[in-house]
Nanobody
Framework: QVQLVESGGGLVQAGGSLRLSCAAS????????MGWFRQAPGKEREFVGA???????YYADSVKGRFTISRDNAKNTVYLQMNTLKPEDTAVYCC????????????????WGQGTQVTVSS
């Protein structure tokens, strides 16, 4: 089982940037499909994007062109670079690991971090 810990959240003004980190222990991240999800108060958990074992990435339409996922195998860490942030990006962001090769539903991911809060002010 891989353990995941997110960091890097905070308060930022609209138009600003943040980079979230997801550090793993117990297993190598390179062996998983790694996803990012977010959940705003009163809303369901939403898929943000994912990076496949091959390094291919895919994103939700709401963040495409603004968010970028990357992976550093040496540090066993996955990142979510968020640019041009909007107030509607405010949520708790979680990373998750899956054995699948492609997935975007929370049920497809078996290991989760505790999440980090991102708040974007207008």
């Amino acid at each position: 089982q891989v353990q995941l810990v997110e960091s890097g959240g905070g308060l930022v003004q609209a138009g600003g940037s943040l980079r979230l980190s997801c550090a793993a222990s117990g297993r190598a991240l390179s062996g998983y499909l790694m996803g990012w999800f977010r959940q705003a108060p009163g809303k369901e958990r939403e898929f943000v994007g994912a990076i496949r074992r091959s390094g291919d990435r895919y994103y939700a339409d709401s963040v495409k062109g603004r968010f970028t996922i990357s992976r550093d195998n040496a540090k066993n860490t996955v990142y979510l670079q968020m640019n041009t942030l909007k107030p509607e990006d405010t949520a708790v962001y979680c990373c998750a690991a899956s054995f699948k090769s492609y997935a975007y539903t929370p049920a497809s991911f078996g290991s989760w971090g505790q999440g980090t809060q991102v708040t974007v002010s207008s």
